[in-house]
């Protein structure tokens, strides 16, 4: 049950994920060059300045993909049960950010980052059953993966 293109639908949707974008690179920013920097990093962490341009990528296709769902019918059980793990989702990438760069818990980090791969694998397989921009999430779950291992590895580092 496809609607209509909804211009504000979809700016609702980006906006909701760059938002949560936004609040990650608050946490992040001040401490990419000094705490991040400070750490002792495996060959394969990402360069600081990644950070930026690489969510503001993954958040883009995030939206998409959210806006994707929400125009299936919100009403439907299914959509229902999708947008409610995008949310968790959501809120897990602003967890994992703000444990990691404004905590600086590598701990809790690594355990939210599984939290996070989990629960993006459960959306993208649930949401795959409504719409195939589901796919557009499949970046961002790679990412995670990399970042999960970034993450425990630094853990053990450090």
Do not use: D
């Not at 990402?46 to 993909?65: E, H, R």
């Not at 703000?98 to 993006?120: D, K, P, Q, R, W």
């Not at 649930?126 to 993450?151: D, E, G, I, M, T």
């Amino acid at each position: 049950m496809s609607r209509e293109f909804s211009f504000g639908r979809l700016l609702a949707s980006l906006g909701l994920c760059h938002l949560v974008s936004l609040g990650s690179l608050l946490f992040a920013i001040p401490s990419l060059a000094g705490w991040y920097g400070q750490l002792v990093k495996p060959g394969f962490a990402p360069p600081q300045w990644l950070f930026p341009p690489a969510w503001l990528s993954l958040y883009t296709l995030m939206g998409i993909a959210l806006y994707a769902i929400w125009n299936q019918g919100a009403g439907r059980l299914e959509v229902k049960k999708t947008l409610l793990l995008f949310t968790m989702q959501l809120i897990l990438n602003l967890l994992c950010a703000s444990s990691f760069f404004g905590l600086h818990s590598l701990l809790l980090a690594a355990f939210l980052s599984l939290l996070l791969c989990l629960v993006l694998l459960l959306t993208i397989l649930r949401a795959a059953k409504l719409s195939q921009a589901a796919l557009l999430l499949l970046p961002h779950l790679l990412w995670s993966v990399y970042l999960a291992a970034v993450a425990w590895t630094l853990l053990f580092l450090n």
